[in-house]
């Protein structure tokens, strides 16, 4: 399959920067996927954690994550996802390794392990140099959108 760029990520996920964390598909099929976030020292949290020593915030590494997971059910959706969107409704098993740098290629490889009508799981691993920086479970629902009231449940 072609690699999708930036532009082919952004018609899957709903994310705008500064909140988009995904630079590039590089690999999937319909239930695996590999993808990155190239780091770099602009992004706005390295603003206050830490200036003089700069580390990406686990839950910025999990939220990269999450949204190569969500890439990965948009593709296996495919045209069923039409305008609907993945929202994360649990996380299970978040491990961190090594902290994650400025100038580091943060790559997850993801694999869903099980789908439903309205909801999935997955497991994936981020990497910095083929190093295991940080892994975990993510927990979604599909749906159109949520109403202020509605609550997420799984």
Do not use: C, W
Request: hydrophobic share 40%; no cysteine; net charge negative.
């Amino acid at each position: 399959m072609p690699e999708i760029d930036i532009f082919g990520v952004k018609e899957i996920l709903k994310q705008r920067y500064p909140f988009l964390m995904v630079d590039r598909i590089t690999d999937y099929d319909d239930s695996h996927i590999t993808g990155y976030k190239n780091v770099t020292i602009n992004e706005p949290f390295f603003q206050g954690h830490f200036p003089d020593d700069p580390v990406m915030p686990g839950v910025m590494i999990l939220e990269s994550m999450g949204q190569v997971t969500s890439v990965l059910l948009g593709i296996h959706l495919g045209k069923e996802q039409g305008k609907k969107i993945a929202f994360l409704t649990g996380i299970d098993k978040a491990r961190f390794r090594k902290p994650v740098r400025p100038g580091d290629k943060l790559v997850t490889k993801a694999e869903l392990t099980n789908v439903r009508s309205s909801s999935a799981k997955a497991k994936a691993k981020a990497y910095v140099d083929d190093e295991v920086v940080a892994e975990a479970e993510f927990l979604t629902i599909v749906a159109d959108t949520l109403a202020k009231d509605q609550e997420v449940s799984n």
